[in-house]
DNA sequence: GACCTGCTGCGGCCTG
């Protein structure tokens, strides 16, 4: 491996002994010949922290270190934040290689850009809305300076897999190819990424056209130690105020403040609301006891300032910290390792709590994660659904799935996106001025990314973007913007493909403490608790969108915005799998290792009792009083199926965790019924969106313009499948 | 009964 690292430039060899590193690490040894060859696409897969990011500039900067005119590497990056830290990162080396670095996001100042714009070079940090900006609104000086490219580096990689973002990430690539005549001798794409499901299929989301080949560099996985334990609350039917009842989420609460005091952890706790509360809740108890406050919130909404604060306090590890935070610790900020990770409530995903594990673990110390889950106290009305434990079932299964079967979620690339689609033809229109028809399809659809879409959809499509007055055609043929295209493009919030609600700010005193959506109702006097503190709402401006709280005792959080979720199939089945068998413990050897709690236990002993004596192994169908439940432990588009079909024949249903309650119905209606449709021809996903209203499917942000009849195809075959619902009839029912 | 990300150009105000 020495002749490799000799293959390095002289400066970086130099810079990398004034690191004083041992060694290179391995994937970084590995990325070198790669890297150099300049001939194919690369994909380095390792956890964080193992130094993909240098495994990528250092031979890199290597190749462009002679190249003076315009930019040799485009990095491009998920996070303006990121950006920043990279910036920061790479200073010393391209101080050595006497080479220029650029941040180029929303953010960052003007006067670096101007230098950049005067006199393109080295390296440029972007995100991709920055490079679409870019490219509408300078596409001669993107075609001038990016004429001698020699790298594109995506960071995070697998946060754009399979989003509507990536669509416009892929897009970008292949227009940037375009216009500066590189489609038939591609640019090399470089991807890091943390490590990834389903490993084979990433070179195809990285290239669609495969026009180079892929390599895949992933490190060799050191096995870490990992402790888990669930630990189960009994939520009391009556919460009483003399403390004898104290809701799960208050004893949630004294746990934390048991487990968590005096060292740093991270607590995942889901929605933004219920972070919010579990924050006061732990404030309060530190002002009781008179000790210092050290458990904050972390999320989305608020303001960057108090996040940037706590992340700083994290980082230092000087002082104890606990945040109670959403996906936003997830992944991405380097915020260190933590002493251990706590989840309330069952996760979304096998693969975000994998990544949330993964947070903890310092030096020769294992990950810890515990979980926190609670369920109703039940009486003689108890409902057959609480009475099956399903979020300790599913936080056991997916504790299975992670660690027995090392699984997790791999990301839905099936998708058409046809509101990003539309965007591009928007984007390339304003690009180029004007375009011909079958231009925009082989540049989109045949070289770039959107494989899915027909011609037949693209005339449809652009048919109707023309009666919508998003374009129009000229006499040669030629398709230009329309009135409503024009006023699109023409506004900053265009280059953006993902949506965001509108917002109101919250200020106390002149201090922004963050931000809420519209659609939560917060009147005037009103209590809330926002930043982990409690408030009361002195004014609201609808106007400027402010508002105004003054610091209070008591109060709620407030309502935050949100849609279903939805959980994987093979989560559901290994539920199913945990009350056939009774058994959800690890084997290790000859052992099978507990690691639920005595009350965690005990209630899953009675949800598994209720499973047999429902019998929901050999009947899916349950009637309780007058409604019957249908437990598939299926996915969702089964589910919804399912759901859809028992409403057109004229039940009243609704479904929620997985499972269907058919109000005033009997086990055999049901059944008679799903079994005569799955005799008949069921109706496809496309006809099955039909019955929903318009308003129910407008999801994306540029949804509102497309065709209905699209629209319906687009969301029939996100959310339904006939065909697996058809033959879960035919294997459950007859 | 869910989460996260990003975008412009310019006018006005403040500080050194």
Redesign the pocket.
């Known amino acids: 491996m020495i002749e490799e690292y000799q293959r390095l430039d002289k400066r970086v060899q130099k810079w990398l002994f004034n690191q004083g590193w041992p060694d290179l690490r391995e994937i970084q040894k590995r990325a070198i010949a790669p890297i150099l060859a300049g001939d194919r696409d690369l994909l380095i897969s390792a956890s964080t922290a193992a130094g993909k990011t240098e495994a990528f500039f250092l031979p890199a900067c290597s190749a462009i270190a002679e190249e003076e005119n315009g930019f040799g590497i485009l990095y491009i990056s998920?996070?303006?934040?990121l950006i920043n830290d990279q910036y920061r990162r790479l200073e010393s080396l391209s101080e050595m290689l006497d080479m220029e670095v650029t941040p180029w996001?929303?953010?960052s100042l003007q006067s670096k850009k101007k230098k950049a714009r005067k006199n393109p070079s080295g390296i440029l940090l972007i995100?991709p809305?920055?490079l679409e900006?870019l490219l509408v609104?300078e596409p001669g000086w993107v075609k001038q300076s990016f004429a001698s490219l020699k790298y594109i580096v995506i960071d995070e990689f697998h946060a754009f897999i399979g989003t509507e973002?990536g669509k416009q990430l892929l897009s970008l690539l292949t227009r940037l190819e375009h216009i500066t005549g590189r489609i038939s001798n591609p640019i090399p794409r470089v991807a890091l990424s943390a490590t990834l499901g389903e490993l084979e299929k990433v070179p195809l989301s990285l290239r669609p056209n495969k026009s180079l080949p892929c390599e895949t560099i992933t490190s060799s996985q050191h096995q870490s130690t990992i402790k888990v334990q669930v630990k189960g609350y009994l939520e009391p039917l009556d919460i009483m105020a003399d403390d004898t009842h104290i809701s799960a989420e208050q004893q949630i609460c004294h746990e934390i403040f048991r487990l968590c005091r005096g060292d740093s952890h991270l607590v995942f706790a889901?929605?933004?609301?219920r972070t919010e509360n579990i924050a006061a809740q732990l404030g309060d108890l530190c002002e009781q006891q008179v000790v210092p406050n050290e458990f904050f919130p972390h999320?989305?909404?608020l303001a960057k300032e108090l996040r940037e604060d706590l992340e700083a306090r994290l980082q230092k590890e000087t002082l104890p910290t606990t945040a109670i935070c959403?996906?936003?610790l997830e992944l991405g900020i380097d915020i260190g390792k933590v002493s251990s990770v706590i989840q309330v409530t069952a996760p979304?995903?096998v693969s975000?709590l994998r990544q949330r594990l993964g947070r903890s673990g310092r030096r020769n110390s294992p990950s810890i994660l515990r979980m926190l889950i609670s369920e109703n106290e039940l009486s003689d009305k108890s409902n057959i659904v609480d009475g099956l434990r399903l979020e300790l079932v599913q936080s056991l299964a997916m504790v299975r799935l992670l660690i027995v079967n090392n699984w997790f979620e791999p990301a839905d690339t099936e998708q058409m996106h046809l509101s990003t689609f539309l965007h591009q033809i928007l984007a390339v229109i304003a690009q180029w001025g004007s375009v011909r028809a079958d231009q925009l399809y082989s540049l989109l659809c045949e070289q770039g990314p959107f494989k899915e879409i027909t011609i037949q959809h693209f005339k449809q499509l652009l048919s109707h973007m023309g009666t919508v007055q998003l374009i129009q055609q000229l006499n040669s043929g030629e398709l230009v913007l329309g009135i409503e295209g024009e006023r699109i493009t023409n506004f900053?919030?265009?280059?953006?493909v993902?949506?965001?609600p509108e917002e109101f700010r919250i200020v106390a005193g002149s201090k922004t403490l963050g931000t809420l959506p519209v659609d939560s109702l917060i009147l005037k006097d009103q209590h809330i608790i926002f930043g982990g503190r409690r408030w009361k709402v002195t004014d609201i401006d609808d106007n400027k969108k402010v508002i105004y709280v003054t610091s209070t005792k008591g109060g709620k959080p407030p309502k935050?915005?949100?849609?279903?979720?939805?959980i994987h199939d093979r989560v559901r089945q290994e539920m199913f799998r945990i009350y056939c068998t009774g058994e959800y413990r690890i084997e290790v050897g000859n052992q099978r290792i507990d690691f639920v709690n005595n009350l965690g236990r005990q209630l899953f002993q009675e949800g598994a009792y209720l499973f047999k004596e429902a019998d929901l192994e050999n009947h899916p169908i349950y009637q309780s009083g007058k409604h019957s439940y249908i437990f598939t432990w299926m996915g969702d588009k089964v589910v919804n199926t399912l759901t859809v079909l028992l409403i057109r024949s004229g039940f009243v249903c609704?479904n929620?965790g997985g499972v269907i309650e058919v109000q005033n119905s009997n086990v055999d209606d049901i059944k008679n019924c799903l079994i005569y449709l799955a005799n008949t021809e069921l109706p496809d996903e496309t006809e099955l969106a039909r019955t929903l209203s318009l308003q129910q499917k407008l999801i994306e942000k540029y949804d509102e313009y497309l065709p209905e009849d699209l629209l319906t195809e687009c969301y029939g075959r996100k959310a339904f499948n006939s065909m697996g619902t058809k033959q879960w009839i035919l294997d459950n029912l007859v």
Request: hydrophobic share 20%.
């Open positions: 998920p996070l303006k934040a996001h929303g953010d995100t809305e920055s900006s609104r973002r889901n929605s933004r609301s999320h989305g909404s959403t996906m936003t979304h995903s975000s900053y919030t265009f280059y953006a993902f949506k965001t935050f915005s949100g849609n279903g979720m939805s609704s929620f």
